[in-house]
């Protein structure tokens, strides 16, 4: 790799509470130029992690969605062979049809080899992958280059990225795939920490309010036979509708009057359950 690498330490971000056992795993993943997997049920940040270390640090951010029919080279290059197609046919492209490289396009992990400066690479769900894609991408970003056959060239990366995997664990990832990367599992707040985040967006919230919602909050998700439950943005965008809401008395919250409950609660059957369970007077 060619370019020198710029020193980073990260200590967290305006809208991202960060204890210190994280902040301390992604600091020697960075110094260590090690992949840092994340686990944790969704809603725990851990996306968001990967957006706060790129505001931090004034790095790039660089996405790479994964989903379960994605091919590897879908991540590194596209050739566009449509276009060249078509363009050799009309004849009426600025571009030379013989000249296969015109018509490359970089991939998620493509782009971020190729930037000018060091980005944050973030691949969203990687348990959606098959083994063979998790193995052979992980192969790629150890050796920091990858083989464009098509014009027999190889892209190297001009700076290695910050790279954080996450992972709902919804299926199990190969041993190989765990030995080459650090490991954090990204556990849902106890109150206190989920306070520290409420603050944080919400800065001079009602100290009732605060304490109604979360107290409320954690009761609605200790209910039994739910499907999804209720995460961190789905609180905050709770605080927010509640807070919108002139007529609403934060009070209310206490004796299991609790609107808005289509904010929490994203499928049909974990609703109707709940509002049964209110209405019978049975969670608070």
């Known amino acids: ?33 090690m992949p840092l997997l994340l686990k944790g049920e969704p809603g725990t940040g851990k996306t968001m992690l990967a957006h706060a270390i790129a505001e931090s640090l004034k790095m790039p951010l660089v996405v790479l969605n994964v989903k379960s029919s994605m091919k590897l080279v879908d991540a590194l290059y596209q050739y566009d062979t449509l276009t060249r197609l078509n363009d050799s046919r009309f004849g009426d492209s600025s571009r030379n049809v013989s000249n296969i490289e ?8 493509g782009q971020a080899f190729t930037a000018d400066r060091r980005t944050v690479l973030l691949i969203d769900e990687i348990d959606k992958a098959d083994t063979d894609f998790q193995d052979d991408m992980l192969d790629v970003l150890d050796q920091m280059e990858f083989d464009i056959i098509e014009i027999d060239k190889t892209i190297k990366a001009r700076t290695r990225p910050v790279i954080i995997i996450t992972s709902n664990a919804k299926k199990d ?19 206190k920490m989920m306070r520290n985040i409420i603050a944080v967006h919400f800065p001079n919230l009602d ?9 409320a909050f954690y009761r609605l998700r200790e209910m039994e036979g739910i499907e999804k439950k209720p995460a961190t943005r789905e609180l905050l965008n709770w605080v927010r509708a509640l807070t919108a809401d002139p007529d609403f008395k934060p009070k209310k919250l206490a004796t ?3 609107p808005y409950l289509g904010v929490l609660f994203k ?8 509002n049964e369970l209110l209405r019978r007077r049975r969670l608070f």
């Open 207 to 215: 100290a009732e309010l605060m304490e109604n919602s979360v107290t």
């Open 173 to 191: 990832l190969s041993d190989p795939f765990l030995g080459r990367c650090n490991f954090h599992h990204i556990a849902f707040p106890e109150p």
């Open 256 to 258: 299991g009057d609790i």
């Open 1 to 33: 790799m060619s370019g020198k690498r710029e020193s980073a330490h990260f200590t967290g971000a305006t809208r991202y509470v960060l204890d210190d056992e994280l902040a301390s795993i992604i600091n020697i993943s960075m110094a260590l130029e």
């Open 102 to 109: 015109d018509y490359i396009r970089m991939g998620k992990i």
């Open 267 to 274: 499928k049909s059957q974990d609703l109707q359950r709940t």
